[in-house]
């Protein structure tokens, strides 16, 4: 939940000042303005490359992609994502598999995920989900005993650290999204794959617009003063549009403060929720939690209920991936029933979503804290 108006008033200079000149230069698709932001998005994640493609969604299925998978190959990841985690899986030709979580950081449970690896398992995707790193040690280390390769979901995690390091940096591949209300977040359509790998670099680039060799301009001709136009092979429209690159850049400068407010909002959670009937969002202790999300835990029998009493009462909550992934219809070809993935089952009926954003006073905080600590008592 974020209050994106708000955000865009405490910018509005920087990102008036960004739109009027892409418009002003004429040149609306890749370019330099692209190029400026996916070098600096690279420089704070910690990468040497950075690419900027259409959606979180593309990022996932581009990444894929440059792995070439194939109908015999499988990648593990998490039930308690959305859906285009498995679907860029799907679309990239391969098999998905689900592999339970953690109960305290809602993350991939090392443990079970030694469990559904097979000879036929290509690629682990963790997700770091609602901006808390997964534990990267011990997946990186089943990960290198097999020959898989890690593949991070960062969707939610902008900015967010297992062990001092920036997530999307543990694989030879990062998936990121940009889109509004994001951690780090443009207004419209957006996503980033990062890599130290130049080979996989230049593909995603390739595979994001059409399937052209990079550097090309729309006249046809290249950098070089060539003939240019050359499709190395087909590829997709997934680009991240200009217009939002130089939004995003120029907001960039500003996230570890917007970060700093939403890690603020949710200490003042902790303190008030302490020795309470609600669980406080865990964060381990290798971790920097970026908080896209504040996702309390109470009694599942009195969830929903209490999400009743606080709308009544002008307090937004939010549910997030409930039920997991492999209870919708879209995966009942798998074979998983309720109690397959307990752990993700059980987080996902007794979590509540509670307001947590830059900009959130602690008035704010306080409110949906105390009125939802007033529903538990009268219980």
Known sequence: MSDLAAEYRSLKTEIDEAVGRVLASGHYVLGDELEAFEEAFADYVGARYAVGVGSGTASLHLALAALNLGPDDEVITVPNTDNPTASAVTHAGAKVFLS?????????????????????????????????????????????????????????????????????????????????????????????????????????????????????????????????????EEGFNQRLDTIQAAILNAKLPTLEDRIAGRRKAAGLYREIFAGTAVTPVFEAPWARHVYFAYNAMIAEDVRDQAREYLADRGVASRLYYNPPLHLHPAYRWMGLGPGSLPAAEKTASRMIGLPCFPQITESQVEEAATRLLEFLGSR
């Not at 011990?138 to 001092?164: F, M, Q």
């Not at 920036?166 to 443009?186: D, E």
């Not at 130049?198 to 595979?207: F, K, N, Y």
């Open 100 to 232: 339970d979580t953690t109960e305290d950081t809602f993350t991939m449970d090392p443990e079970r995920l030694e469990e559904q690896i097979t000879p036929r398992t290509k690629v682990i995707i963790p997700v770091h989900l609602f901006g808390h790193p997964a534990d990267m040690d011990p997946i990186c280390e089943i990960a290198d005993r097999h020959g898989i390769t890690v593949l991070e979901d960062s969707a939610l995690a902008v900015g967010g650290e297992y062990k001092g390091r920036r997530t999307g940096t543990f694989g030879p591949l990062g998936c990121f999204s940009v889109a509004p209300g994001k951690i780090l977040g443009g207004y419209g359509d957006g996503g980033m794959v990062v890599t130290n790998d130049p080979d996989l670099a230049h593909r995603i680039r390739v595979l994001r617009n059409y399937g052209h060799a990079p550097g090309m301009r729309l006249s046809g001709k290249d950098l070089t003063g060539g003939s240019g136009w050359k499709v190395l």
